[in-house]
């Protein structure tokens, strides 16, 4: 079955960098869509970055020149380097395939069927 442990979060100080990974098994993780998405208190989930199998990146306008999404496929990891972070990017981030597309990602979430527990992340001085 497919599994999703995402680690790398933590406390950070405005302006600070983290680098959250997401270890992922029972697909092939290289040919699908692989996204991070983070939900704040009281917020929707919302898609933050998306990878191809080409890898072929997209962003949130929030995001946009701040975080950057990678992958080894070597490793079945997927990487979210967040640099310059705001206290408006405190919250819990998950990873998660749509195991329907390989090209175009979908930015809903509700083409994402399989999630981890998440991993948290708070900015704040």
């Known amino acids: 079955q497919v599994q999703l442990v995402e680690s790398g979060g933590g406390l950070v100080q405005p302006g600070g960098s983290l680098r959250l990974s997401c270890a992922a098994s029972?697909?092939?993780?290289?040919?699908?869509?692989m996204a991070w998405f983070r939900q704040g208190p009281g917020k929707e989930r919302e898609g933050v970055a998306f990878?191809?199998?080409?890898?072929?990146?997209t962003y949130a306008d929030s995001v946009k020149g701040r975080f950057t999404i990678s992958k080894d496929t070597a490793k079945n990891t997927l990487y979210l380097q967040m640099n310059s972070l705001k206290p408006e990017d405190t919250a819990m981030y998950y990873c998660?395939?749509?195991?329907?597309?390989?090209?175009?990602?979908?930015?809903?979430?509700?083409?994402?069927?399989?999630w981890g527990q998440g991993t948290q992340v708070t900015v704040s001085s």
């Open positions: 029972g697909f092939t993780f290289s040919r699908y869509c």
């Open positions: 990878i191809n199998s080409y890898g072929t990146t």
């Open positions: 998660a395939p749509d195991l329907e597309k390989y090209a175009s990602c979908s930015r809903n979430s509700r083409s994402y069927k399989n």
